[in-house]
């Protein structure tokens, strides 16, 4: 795992994993990465280079939060261009066997006690618990792939194990 990683709190892709990510979250990346080198860090930069020009640099406010900020910057775009990098770009919509649970899949599942819920498995930079997108390394995600409709998974959770029955996988269309 990479420091930048941390810092981030980026969930991590396990070592020799492949960085698999849509092209819609590969795009919000690099829209990312060239805001910050294009637009904010130039922005910065005269701002630290007009401070630095006002005399004492040990008490200039706008001299020290702006150094701040240009190192913040500076390992942001590092770790968007390594994740970038490393990124394999897949399609949801070519998926071939559409009855399984892979990459891109949106299931909906059950418990023993809960009504459906429905998650979609995305790339680890596309997570977001609040679209109800998860990482293809997340535990609920490593224990519904390759799963069919009907099937009973086991995931293991902090309070134990829970069981999980597939009752739908859905892909984005095919285009023609």
Known sequence: MDDDDDEFGAPPIPPGAPNYMTQDGHDRLRAELHALLRVERPKVVEI???????GDRSENGDYQYGKKRLREID?????????LDAAEIVDPAR????????FGAT?????????????????ADEADLGRGAVSLYAPIARALLRARVGDAVT?????????????AIDYPPPLV
Do not use: C, H, M
Request: aromatic share 8%.
């Open 95 to 102: 998926q071939t066997q559409r009855d399984r649970v892979f």
């Open 48 to 54: 630290v280079s007009w401070a630095a020009g006002n």
């Open 107 to 123: 299931v909906t599942y059950i418990t023993a006690q809960d009504a459906p819920r429905r998650i979609t498995i995305l790339g």
């Open 155 to 167: 995931l293991r959770t902090p309070a134990g194990l829970t069981e999980l029955e597939v009752v």
């Open 75 to 83: 390992r942001r775009a590092r770790f968007l261009t390594k994740r």
